[in-house]
Structures are given as structure tokens and as C-alpha cells.
């Protein structure tokens, strides 16, 4: 069976888990294979330890060698007792042991895309990320793993690189036999010679550090690698680096406390570590994609061939030889790959000298990796094709991200209706009816999953009531059913560049649930009472009928706001506009559009007064001709008819968070966005100051400073998008999170970028999993609020007058009915029935979502924060036929393309701009 150059091939009986979740994790992708075999063991010269030079740890291949007693080729090592590599992994009961007495932390293992010697963590309470440095202090853990760590004595912490500083109080109390500046150095205390920054280990040597009370080293751990399911639901931790032990708690808190007062006193250090066990492995590592390098090999066997034919014997490939895949993601080592464990189709190839193999893309498993090897050991799972071809490239980033792009389950599409579906007639008795509402939806101009739309009413008493309509989706996908599974486990959509790949199906996305003009839909509706100065007043939640009259596009409702389509060129002069539906006319349409447009800007501005940041950001977009290859790119920004969408959006998904945390105090999906990172907000204003800008990053101001500098430099507009992108370095991604698992931290739910206490998804089930559960809350409580307001009316504790409605959802919550016997039964009742999961569950599906919403998020983005990971492949493409103003270089390894015409910058390999050349 040949290898075909552009299909892609599932070679394992039980390959990655498709369906499984997965770590999602950034790519620097490099698509041509690596030219030289032995690029890695250049790099491994280390000048610390006393200045010695670290030769290089495995034998290189000898012409002629293995058929006579010569060398096998340079991954293979011989002996019965092999010396080790690493430090062995210490046991279970270790583990927790030292958990429980904050001995050690478990943590996040993150790998420097630039510099894999350099790995980090987070540590739960910790401001500062702790270095991993060096592949022996790393400890065989890979880009993703849940690992424990050991946090070094403060004589090796090593310097900040940001710091100018010299800590001399530190140098002054530093014995010379215990510190490690900058490159580590030998410490004389300890009982092997660490390897340190070395990419690969000397053979025979890891270091464990006398320091270190209760380490005795047990066997390697075995933790929980797979992942289980309950009802569709990973069960895993929802954060990998939250140490949560059921005893020992104090013990965890003081060491983190010792740790930050270190810190504080010695600024100018960064704490240091080492991994002493994988208790939970990456998901990654069964996807890791590269090339076959087979050069080295060629070269051995043609020194067997001739050891063959002097010897007259046959030549064949033996259970020993290896070779080795130089993954694309330089976070990720090298791996040793059995040539007889290899595809049929590959070692055909190579019997038969083929070198072209090596373009060919491949995804790897990692079997195993002991601490007698420098190198892990795998077989080759899918085979994609030629790695020049961009269907190869797309298809192989959509599996290292766990991305499920095959069609669905037939039982999922089971559980829906047929495309001939209408409202059945027992909904309009049980919801409000609003298909006599002006209610019309704005998306981009080629969007089909329409899962959201606005009106507007202006009131008698001068308030105006918006209206936010959202796809009642949750209505068609039910709690346990294999829809719901298989939404669950996708859990986003993922937009690509001329692709789609939907959570739901198209039947439900497009059809049935999207809020498509002219027919009858399922919603759920939010209605504010606003005043003048963008004040609610009042507001109602419930589940409705709407019938959308319009379907605008962004550049529609741009045109109506800037005065560009008023009622007469509707009627006279445009053919371009959407078709009208029902007994509205354009003036009703563009009348309600207007009103919107000047209560949307009464909000941002009241918004941004509470401190919201906006950090502005134009989309790099490509153009194509007919047969889909790119040919152009430019910026599309953001226009006032985004901005207004987006802030009733933002609106409604602020009523559902206070509604259902309210109601669910200890089982609400939110939302929250953490404070920015500290050192790199500093960093970020040295960057301003030393450009003679001033900026007040504290909070309330930092968007007001912004616009401040935006307008100073309004001439130089090249140096401000500048500025914005290093304005984003600082930022931490926003979560999801159960409210019961941060029941005692409430001032950690907020939302930092937004300046709101309290946020969650709502707007947008078609398309996200956590909105679909946030919408049965919101459903859960609703009910509540009826049962509630039912069983008080039946047992006459109504007094006359009195106004029960709302009590959950209203302005004013309830508290006491909340608690009240009648209350807790009625919320106990809802929730039973609409099946809300409790804390833990909804814990693990908020972990799960963030995973699958990052792994989206690195597909769509590979390079920094706005780069779509598939336009890097066409940016390849199109670098060619731009003329790039500057080319600065970013780092030993890399060179930046800077386009002024588009303020745009983007980072390639250096071996990549060569290939381009």
C-alpha cells in the first residue's frame, strides 16, 4: 500500500483519542522537515558546571557498523544495565505526602515555544511563574502535563530577565558552593552532577538536591493518563495548577506564603524547580506531529549493505534500529521511532532509498520515555501526506489540537426533528408570543448559524426597552442524550479560513435553531427597561416565539447608522438590501437600528467610565481568487455596528451570570478574566516610558491612558498599533469556572477586561457548550420562580398587594425566598429536572470547555494573539508577493516581517524565511 501525498491515514488500531479531551496548546509551526539530524546535540554544549564542555551523550552512526559488533545507529543504547538519564519519579504516597505538607506543588508544565530548555508554571497564589530550566530539572515531562514540582533552595533562583538589578544583599549571603548564576553550577552538595541547561543529559548523571527533606525516590508514578467520562462529562481537575488536598491545607497556604515574601524581598529573582513527578500526561503526546528524519539512517544502512556484501549475508532491518521525528512544535523532543514498528507503506519507502519520505507529515504516540533514555520512544499514528501541501498542514493542526472534524454520530443526529419542523402549539401556550416585535439580526454577511437578534420599544414614560433574543438551543439538545455528548466533547465550533467545523449539526446550527428571517423560532429573551443614562430599571427573562423580519449584515447596519440608507433610497435605490418580511417597513427597521446605535454608545461610554479595557485590534484577512488560493491581505477593523451588537451582548450575558449565580449559588458556569500579569505590565511600561509615553495602567485608568497616547500619537499611527500589540503581552486569558469552586474567593470571579463583578456565556449556544448549560440554569431558575410564586398563591401566604413576580430573576433578588423552605424546594426541583450538574461535574465541564476553547483558539490562532494558525500557511504564500519595509530579528532563532502599510508583524523560523528565499 503506497503513501498518497495529500490523503490522510489512520494507521493505529486506537489512535489519538478523537473524541477525548485534550490539552490544547499553542503551535510555532514549522512545516518542512529539519535538514539535520543532529541539530539538536549542537545545541547541547553547556559552558556552566565549572566551565566544561558537555560532550555529546550518544555515539554517532558508523559507516559499516552493527552486522560486526560496530555501533548501532545513535539512539540505540547497549548494556544490560543501563546508567540513567533522569531522576527517577518519586511515588504516589510521596506525593501527596509532600502535597499535604507543601513540600511540592502541582502545576501546569508549559514549555517555552523559543527555547525548550526554558520551561514554566503557575503556582495557585504565586505572582511570579516558576523556571523549569534544563531537560534534567524538566524530568521527561512534556509541553501540557500536570506535573509536581520541587521548588529549589533561593540560592538557585536565577536573575529575572527583565531585571536590570543586581540582588546584592543575595550575592553576599550566597555560599560559592551552593549557587547556580544565571547557568547552573555544579553543586558540590550533591550526591549525582546535574546536567542543567543541557538539551540532552550526560549519560549516568541526575542531580538530587540534599536540600530537599523527605525525597525518598520510588519507582516511576503511574497517574491517571486517560480520561474518563460520566454522562459525556471529562472528569479530570478543572485547574491543573490548584492544589487542593484534603488535608494539609494551612501547610499549602504557609509555603505559598514563604514563597511570595521570598519573592518580594529578591524582586530581581525568578524561583526555580524541578519536576519529581507526571501525575496526569498531556494529551499531547499522543498527537504530536513531524517529520521522519532519515538521513542518519541511509547512512547506517549503507555501512550495513557493506558489512552485507563483504560478509555475503542478507541485510534486513532489525528490532534495534530507530529513527527519529523532529516534531514541528519546538516545544516537544525529539522522538525515537522503531523502523520495524513503521507503516508498511513508509519502510517500502525505504528499502527502497526513497528520501522523499521525509517530506511526508507524520502525527507520533509517545510510548514510552524511561529515565534511561535522553529521547522518547514512539510510533507514527496517522500519516497526512506531503507536508508542502496545504490540506496536509490544515489536517495536521486540527489533530495535534484534538479538533473532531468527522461527520456525526448517527445517534446524535437521531435526537433531532427533521428540517420540516415547526413551533409545535403547546410552546406558544407556555411562552411569550413576539413574532408581532420588529426583531431582526446582524452578522456578518455570508453567517447561517444565526443565534442571536435585537429590538427595541421606546415606553410612554420615556425609557426604552432593548431586547436581546438568543436561539433557545437547549431546547432541542437534551440533557444526557448523545447530542448532548457529542456537543459536550466538541464543545466550541471552530472557524478556519474558508472552513467551518460545527459543534452542532448543521440541521440544528443552520436550520431548526437559526434565527432565520420569516419563520417562526424558539428563543430565549432578555427585556431591559433603560432610562436616558443607560440605567436598567427593569427587566424581564423568559422563553418566547420570535419571527426575525431581517437578516442585516455588519456593512447593513453600518450604512443605516451612518445615514448611508434611510426608508426612501430602501424602497427606490438600493437592490442590495435583505429581504423584508412580515408587516414591517425599512423605517421601522432602520428607526429601531438608530435608536439602538445611540443607547449601545450610552452603555460602552458608562462601561468604560466603570474601567473597561478595549484593547482594538484589526482582523488579517486574506482575499482569494476562484480556485482558493490567496493572492492578497489587508486589515478589516471593527465599525460602531460590531460595537453595538457586541454591547447588548455583553449585556445579556451579565443578566444570565447574576440571574443563575444568584438562584445557583454553588452550580453557576461562569466566566471571570484575571488581572494581568504583573511583571509584564511593568515590562510594558518601561516599553512606554522609554518612548516618552505615559501610561496609568492602574485599574479604571489604563484604557483612559491608552486613548490618552492614542491621541498624542495620532500622527504615527505605526507606533501605536505597536504599542497595542505589546499592550496584550500582559493579559491572562479569561476562564470559565463553577461557582462552587470559588465559593470562598468571590473576588475572583470578576472580569477584568470588561470591569464587571459578574460574567458569564449566554449569547451564543449554537456555537459554545457552556452557553447550552448556562441556558438550562437560566431555565432552572425561571421554573423555580414559577413554582415558587405557584406554591406561595396555593398556600395563601400571599398578602394582598404584595408582588411576588421575579423574585429570582428580577432586579431585586429574593434572598429570603431563596431560603425559605418554599424556595429551596422549588430551586431543588428546577435543577433536578433541567438536570444542572453539582459542583464537581460542573467543575470538570468548565476545565474541559476552557481545554477545547484554548485548542480552538490555537487553531484559529497560532502566533501571538490574532494570528489564524492556517494563515500562517497562507502567509507563506503571500510574503512572497509583498514587499516587507523591515526585517528586525526577534530572538537567535526567528526574524520578524513588519508590513507598515498594514501595521502588521509576523514571526517566522529563520529556517523557514530561508525556504521562502
Not at 499553542?26 to 512545516?31: E, K, N, P, T
Not at 555515539?59 to 552493527?66: L, N, Y
Not at 486517560?226 to 488535608?247: E, I, L, M, T
Not at 557493506?306 to 528490532?319: E, F, G, P, V
Amino acid at each position: 500500500m503506497g503513501c498518497s501525498s495529500s490523503r490522510r491515514m489512520e494507521l493505529d488500531a486506537n489512535p489519538t483519542r478523537e473524541h477525548g479531551p485534550a490539552t490544547a496548546s499553542g503551535i510555532i509551526y514549522s512545516s518542512m522537515p529539519t535538514m539535520h539530524a543532529n541539530e539538536q546535540l549542537k545545541d547541547v554544549v553547556s559552558s556552566g558546571r565549572g566551565g566544561s564542555m558537555l560532550a555529546k551523550p550518544c555515539p554517532e552512526p558508523i559507516v559499516g557498523g552493527g552486522l560486526n559488533g560496530k555501533s548501532l545507529p545513535f539512539h540505540q543504547f547497549e548494556g544490560p544495565a543501563q546508567s540513567k538519564f533522569f531522576a527517577p519519579y518519586w511515588s504516589m504516597e510521596t506525593v501527596n505526602e509532600a502535597l499535604e505538607k507543601g513540600d511540592v506543588f502541582k502545576v501546569l508544565f508549559r514549555v517555552n515555544a523559543h527555547n525548550r530548555l526554558e520551561a514554566y508554571c503557575k503556582i495557585e497564589g504565586v505572582p511570579t511563574d516558576v523556571l523549569i530550566s534544563g531537560i534534567a530539572a524538566q524530568n521527561r515531562a512534556v509541553e501540557g502535563d500536570v506535573v509536581v514540582i520541587k521548588v529549589d533552595p533561593l540560592s538557585f533562583w536565577t536573575k529575572m530577565k527583565a531585571s536590570k538589578g543586581v540582588d546584592l544583599h543575595l550575592k553576599a549571603n550566597r555560599k560559592t558552593s551552593g549557587s547556580r548564576q544565571g547557568k547552573s553550577k555544579l553543586n558540590t552538595d550533591c550526591k549525582y552532577a546535574d546536567f542543567g541547561n543541557s538539551l540532552v543529559p550526560q549519560k549516568g548523571f541526575y542531580c538530587e538536591y540534599s536540600s530537599c527533606a523527605g525525597e525518598d525516590v520510588h519507582d516511576e508514578l503511574n497517574g491517571p493518563v486517560g480520561c474518563n467520562y460520566a454522562n459525556g462529562y471529562h472528569q479530570s481537575s478543572s485547574d491543573s495548577s490548584h492544589v487542593a488536598p484534603s488535608k494539609g491545607q494551612g501547610e499549602v497556604l504557609n509555603a505559598v506564603g514563604r514563597m511570595c515574601s521570598m519573592i518580594s524581598s529578591y524582586p530581581s529573582k525568578r524561583p526555580t524547580c524541578r519536576v519529581v513527578a507526571i501525575i496526569e500526561k498531556s494529551p499531547r503526546r499522543d498527537a504530536i506531529v513531524g517529520f521522519l528524519n532519515v538521513k542518519q539512517w541511509f547512512y547506517y544502512r549503507e555501512g550495513c549493505k557493506k558489512d552485507a556484501k563483504k560478509n555475503k549475508s542478507l541485510l534486513s532491518i532489525s528490532n534495534c534500529e530507530y529513527i527519529e521525528i523532529m516534531p514541528t512544535d519546538p516545544r516537544f523532543p525529539k522522538l525515537m521511532v522503531l523502523v520495524s514498528c513503521l507503516p508498511d507503506c513508509i519502510k517500502k519507502r525505504l528499502d527502497d532509498e526513497d528520501e522523499t519520505v521525509e517530506m511526508e507529515l507524520v502525527a507520533a504516540q509517545i510510548d514510552n520515555w524511561s529515565d534511561e533514555s535522553p529521547f522518547p520512544e514512539a510510533h507514527v499514528s496517522y500519516i497526512f501526506g506531503q507536508g508542502s501541501e496545504m490540506e496536509s498542514q490544515i489536517n495536521a493542526i486540527l489533530h495535534e489540537n484534538a479538533i473532531r472534524c468527522s461527520e456525526f454520530f448517527p445517534e446524535s443526529l437521531s435526537c433531532l426533528p427533521s428540517n420540516t419542523w415547526e413551533v409545535p402549539k403547546e410552546e406558544f401556550q407556555n411562552r411569550r408570543d413576539l413574532r408581532n416585535l420588529c426583531i431582526y439580526t446582524i452578522d456578518p454577511y455570508s453567517a447561517t448559524d444565526l443565534d442571536d437578534a435585537l429590538s427595541v420599544q421606546r415606553l410612554p414614560d420615556g425609557l426604552v426597552r432593548v431586547g436581546v433574543h438568543i436561539s433557545d438551543v437547549s431546547y432541542f439538545v437534551l440533557p444526557d442524550t448523545t447530542l448532548d455528548i457529542e456537543a459536550q466533547l466538541r464543545s466550541t465550533s471552530v472557524y478556519m479560513l474558508q472552513r467551518k467545523i460545527p459543534m452542532l449539526p448543521p440541521l440544528l446550527s443552520e436550520d431548526i435553531g437559526s434565527l432565520k428571517p420569516g419563520v417562526d423560532r424558539l428563543a430565549f429573551s432578555i427585556f431591559w427597561n433603560l432610562n436616558s443614562s443607560g440605567n436598567v430599571v427593569d427587566r424581564w427573562v423568559g422563553r418566547t416565539v420570535i419571527r426575525s423580519c431581517c437578516q442585516l449584515s455588519y456593512e447593513h447596519a453600518q450604512d443605516i447608522v451612518d445615514g448611508m440608507i434611510d426608508a426612501e433610497t430602501c424602497n427606490n435605490f438600493r437592490d442590495d438590501l435583505p429581504q423584508l418580511h412580515g408587516h414591517f417597513e425599512w423605517a421601522d427597521v432602520i428607526g429601531s437600528m438608530k435608536c439602538l446605535h445611540e443607547i449601545s454608545k450610552t452603555l460602552r461610554e458608562k462601561r468604560f467610565d466603570d474601567g473597561a479595557l478595549q484593547l482594538e485590534s484589526s482582523n488579517f484577512v486574506f482575499l482569494f481568487d476562484e480556485y482558493g488560493i490567496p493572492y492578497d491581505n489587508t486589515l478589516r477593523g471593527r465599525k460602531d455596528s460590531n460595537f453595538l451588537v457586541e454591547e447588548f451582548m455583553i449585556l445579556a450575558n451579565r443578566t444570565a451570570a447574576e440571574i443563575i449565580s444568584r438562584a445557583f449559588p454553588d452550580s453557576a458556569l461562569l466566566r471571570r478574566h484575571p488581572e494581568p500579569n504583573i511583571q509584564k505590565l511593568r515590562e510594558f511600561e518601561a516599553f512606554c516610558c522609554k518612548h516618552g509615553l505615559e501610561l496609568d495602567t492602574s485599574s479604571g485608568n489604563f484604557h483612559r491612558s491608552l486613548e490618552h497616547i492614542k491621541e498624542k500619537l495620532k500622527d504615527d499611527s505605526v507606533l501605536f498599533n505597536i504599542l497595542i500589540n505589546y499592550a496584550t503581552r500582559p493579559m491572562q486569558l479569561a476562564t470559565y469556572f463553577c461557582s462552587g469552586d470559588l465559593k470562598d474567593n468571590m473576588n475572583d470571579w470578576g472580569h477584568y477586561a470588561l470591569a464587571v463583578p459578574l460574567y458569564t456565556h449566554f449569547t451564543s449556544p449554537l456555537r459554545r457548550y457552556p452557553d447550552i448549560v448556562v441556558h438550562r440554569t437560566l431555565a432552572a431558575a425561571i421554573e423555580a420562580e414559577q413554582l415558587y410564586m405557584m406554591n406561595r398563591r396555593m398556600s395563601h401566604k400571599v398578602r394582598p398587594g404584595e408582588e411576588v413576580t421575579r423574585c429570582f430573576t428580577g432586579i431585586c433578588f429574593l434572598k429570603e425566598a431563596a431560603v425559605s423552605s418554599e424556595g429551596r424546594e422549588a430551586l431543588s426541583a428546577a435543577a433536578l429536572k433541567h438536570r444542572i450538574p453539582c459542583t464537581e461535574l460542573l467543575t470538570d465541564i468548565a476545565a474541559y470547555s476552557n481545554e477545547r476553547k484554548l485548542a480552538s483558539r490555537h487553531v484559529k490562532e497560532a502566533s501571538r494573539h490574532v494570528k489564524d494558525a492556517c494563515d500562517n500557511l497562507y502567509m507563506w504564500v503571500s510574503v512572497k508577493r509583498k514587499e516587507v519595509s523591515s526585517l528586525p530579528l526577534f530572538g537567535p532563532k526567528n526574524v520578524q516581517f513588519y508590513y507598515p502599510i498594514i501595521c502588521f508583524g509576523i514571526l517566522f523560523p529563520i529556517i523557514k524565511f530561508a525556504e521562502l528565499a
